[in-house]
């Protein structure tokens, strides 16, 4: 959640697209192991309805509105693009949960609270994209003492051929995964306390089987027909595509090397 180039809903971009700014632009992400990644991260940090929560890096807000829907807690999501709160705040009023739920603009590494004041805070895919140390800094710093921090993140369970990494690097722009090891040396050396680790292998069918189960219809075919649209009108997303294209051949096994955990300690 450093600066990203912004592309603004509903705009055809004229300069080079990125990552973010294309999901920004027809309103869809996703993180790895979907709905039961989030599942998982909810039950770890013990959300429940009494519960004061802060998710950075809230993308188009879906597991925002999921926890205020089934949970009933009082949620505030925070990303640096204003583009992906713009679908956030339009979700929130589609599942009638704007009275729990509250959408700003806001960088992981300085969040925009002051200290000790939500009770947890969780991220999905998005430690991974900024610099680790501080973000995590500014994450405890806003958490109550004893709230819990949690982060999903895609997780390297065996070593990736360069290729893919490389490959990943320049599809994802700057971002640098880790072994299971390496978040949890992360958390430890932050200083949470009580840290717990749990590592999940997927297949390309169960992490798609997962990301469907956050997605309503709409969300779905807004996506592909707004990906349709911006590769028949814009020559950037055209040159965007064709760069992508093809992806060296050790990409179709990603998921031999690729997994996500749930990383989440005390303060």
Request: with cysteine.
């Amino acid at each position: 959640m450093g600066a990203r180039q912004e592309l603004e809903p509903g705009k055809i971009p004229e300069l080079e697209p990125s990552y973010f700014g294309l999901q920004a632009l027809w309103g869809a992400t996703k993180h790895m192991g979907g709905l039961r990644g989030t599942e998982e991260l909810v039950e770890s940090c013990q959300i429940d309805k009494s519960k004061y929560v802060l998710e950075v890096g809230c993308g188009t807000g879906m597991t925002a509105c999921y926890l205020a829907k089934r949970h009933s807690c009082r949620i505030v999501g925070v990303d640096i693009s204003e583009g992906m709160i713009d679908w956030s705040t339009k979700r929130a009023k589609r599942a009638g949960v704007e009275d729990r739920v509250e959408f700003r603009v806001g960088d992981a590494q300085n969040l925009p609270f002051e200290d000790a004041f939500f009770d947890a805070v969780i991220c999905e895919s998005v430690t991974a994209f900024v610099d680790k140390q501080k973000a995590l800094s500014e994450y405890i710093r806003v958490t109550k003492p004893g709230g819990y921090i949690g982060l999903n993140e895609a997780t390297w369970i065996k070593t990736p051929p360069p290729e893919v990494v490389k490959y990943l690097s320049h599809a994802m722009g700057k971002v640098e995964f880790l072994t299971s090891d390496g978040w949890k040396e992360l958390l430890e050396g932050s200083g949470l306390r009580d840290i717990a680790v749990k590592i999940y292998k997927v297949n390309a069918l169960s992490q798609w089987m997962n990301e469907m189960r956050q997605f309503d219809s709409l969300d779905y075919l807004r996506a592909w027909s707004k990906f349709l649209s911006l590769l028949i009108k814009s020559s950037a997303v055209r040159k965007y595509a064709k760069e992508l294209w093809p992806p060296p051949k050790s990409i179709f096994s990603i998921f031999k090397y690729f997994g996500y955990g749930i990383y989440v300690g005390r303060k």
